[in-house]
């Protein structure tokens, strides 16, 4: 086995450098151009064939291996946040109100260390390697799409055919050293819903000659709490939350409308399902029974990212071997967090995995957006270890 440690820790300069760069010129999702331009650049110094504006400002490596395989992909995210930074740190964002302060400016100087480690090897391929380095995770940023679903747009995952993949997060709640590898869900899904009834108008005192459309919001908003509580197997996990409505102008007015928004969470393809459908079935139900019209709209913010049991097995065997002295996290870890490698998940097996980054010692151990946000630069090295070493793994 290639000592991938060893060669984490000899290119830890690079990363390191790379990294501190990155953060100091921050770029906002679909604006990675400076970023797009250094990892292409990169790319192309090591002889991996290059294709640029793939999703916008997102960039592709192609690494063919010498035997044939499959392909897999790495994903490595490149986008920044409109927050400003108060870290103090000497490579702080010299980007006014832009700031990586989710760690992605570590991901893609892993992305491309790790591209460095697989290019020397690529006599020993088993298949071939697509460096992925995504633009916008964070959002869509004006676009129709974020960044993952543009890129799968444009195709990224054709061409050769991406049969498996594999992507990282640094992750500032827990501490370096920590890794964590698990089979099944562990980022939610999460759509956002809006539902708009129509009743009909009319004076508060003569509530008789009208259709009240906030005693059917009402009835709406209690009616949804069963989902959860009486629809849902107990032992998963699932949230439907009502966190707005919107009705009426004045205290003796029944109002023509009404309008509800909210949130619905989960992690599993068949209990979305059945919360989507009991969804639709209870507002419409309702708002049949109120004689209220009734618009449903639901929209997708990102997919659950949910691992293959196969892929994340292979990942965790590579974890094992690579940090013998360290327990590998592999329990169901589950983060409300949204993270959009989950319509790439939803494609070609893939597996997600967390490298903790935080220290408390040091400071290093604000929470992920918030402004003074950084990480143990440590992480880095775990990070770029396993994910060369898994995708060898996964060439063998
Ligand atoms: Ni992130």
New binding site residues.
């Given amino acids: 086995m290639k000592d991938f440690l060893k060669q984490a820790e000899e290119l830890f300069p690079y990363t390191q450098a790379m990294r501190r760069d990155f953060h100091k010129h921050p770029e906002l999702g679909f604006n990675e151009i400076r970023t797009g331009g250094i990892v292409a650049k990169e790319l192309e110094a090591l002889g991996i064939e290059v294709t640029k504006g793939i999703g916008k400002t997102g960039v592709v490596g192609f690494l063919e291996g010498s035997k044939p395989g499959p392909t897999i992909l790495l994903r490595f995210?490149m986008d920044a946040l409109p927050i400003t930074e108060e870290t103090g740190a000497e490579y702080s964002s010299t980007n006014a109100g832009v700031m990586h302060a989710?760690?992605?400016d570590g991901h893609t100087a892993i992305g491309l260390t790790v591209a460095k480690i697989l290019n020397q090897q690529k006599d020993e391929l088993a298949g071939n390697i697509k460096f992925c380095f995504q633009p916008s995770?964070e959002g869509t940023n004006g676009e129709d799409v974020g960044g993952a679903l543009m890129m799968i747009r444009d195709g990224v995952l054709e061409g050769p055919k991406v049969e498996k993949t594999l992507s990282l997060?640094v992750w500032n709640d827990k501490p370096v050293g920590w890794i964590h590898v698990a089979r099944g869900p562990v980022m939610a899904g999460a759509e956002l819903f809006i539902v708009k009834l129509t009743g009909k108008g009319g004076h508060g005192a003569a509530p008789d000659t009208t259709i009240d459309p906030i005693v059917c919001a009402a009835q709406i908003v209690t009616a949804l709490q069963t989902i959860v509580s009486r629809n849902i197997e107990p032992l998963k996990p699932a949230v439907v939350s009502v966190t707005s409505i919107h009705s009426g102008t004045a205290f003796n007015i029944i109002p023509q409308t009404a309008e509800i928004w909210g949130t619905i969470r989960t992690f599993d393809h068949e209990v979305r399902k059945r919360v989507l459908e009991r969804f639709e079935q209870i507002v419409r139900g309702m708002a049949t029974s109120m004689n209220c019209e009734v618009e449903i709209t639901i929209k997708q913010i990102t997919a659950p990212v949910i691992n293959n049991e196969e892929v994340a097995a292979s990942v965790f065997n590579s974890a094992q071997a690579l940090f013998p002295a360290t327990e590998i996290a592999s329990n169901s870890y589950l983060t409300m967090g949204a993270e959009d490698m989950g319509y790439m998940q939803e494609k070609a097996d893939g597996c997600y995995f967390f490298i903790g980054s935080a220290n408390d010692e040091k400071n290093l151990n604000y929470n992920?957006h918030h402004p003074k946000f950084d990480f143990d630069e440590q992480a880095l090295i775990k990070g770029v270890a396993l994910m060369s070493s898994a995708a060898s793994d996964l060439l063998k």
């Fill in positions: 995210d989710c760690g992605h995770e997060h992920h």
